[in-house]
């Protein structure tokens, strides 16, 4: 299954998946995520948002959009077929004015995920290493602190453990001011599935999980960015 979505992309001339498909990919590597659904018309949206369950959120898919909320191709927290048909009007309108070029598939359809502890989990090919894994934590953190931690691919639950420990921000995972904790355990098992899974598939040149919201008893990747060598 997931040999067919990096064939399909490929036989379409596309590098960059679609969220779409890449959280198949992820999926399948026993990643938890968000339904996701593609609707290519305002009626599609209602009905697939029908489908899914109110709360959703819809984003643009296009292979060419990277940053989906720069040119207003987000929208979350939509609780009925009005919001939904609005939402998707406006994603329309706004991603043909701040990237006219860009060749539009749809948008997706996903479940609207409650609140969590954002993390972000990345991988990519270093010249001299080949594949390495990032971890950080969402937000600025990553964006202002560059709080992040690195290791070579594959990595041993040891490695993902001291991967999350050395992080500045590490007691913002523990609860802090009665926010609720992050399950440790469960985001070195992301770190180590995320690895095996770049580690198996050589064709992967980049992944993205940005970000994966953190509970006490779970997470949920609500972005996935995954890019195929040329
Ligand atoms: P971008 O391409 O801009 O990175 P994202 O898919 O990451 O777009 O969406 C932007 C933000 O919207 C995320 O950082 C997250 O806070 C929120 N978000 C996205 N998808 C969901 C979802 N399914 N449930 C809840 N929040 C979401
Ligand atoms: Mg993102």
Redesign the pocket.
Known sequence: MAADVIAQARQAGRTQLT?IEAKELIRAAGIPT?A?RLATTRKEAVERSREIGFP??L?VVSPD??????VG??K??LNSAAAVERAFGDIMASVKLHQPQAKVMGVSV??????GL?VIVGTSKDAQFGPVIMFGL??ILVEVLKDVSFRIVPIERRDARQMIHELKGFPLLQGYRGQEPANIPMLEDLLLKVSAFVDQRPEIKEMDL??V?AYKDGL?A??A?VVLES
């Open positions: 969220e968000t996701i959703v959120v984003k959009v990277v940053h989906k909320s720069d191709g987000v979350v927290g996903q479940t609207m995920a409650r609140p954002e969402g937000g940005n970000p919201f949920v609500v972005d960015r």
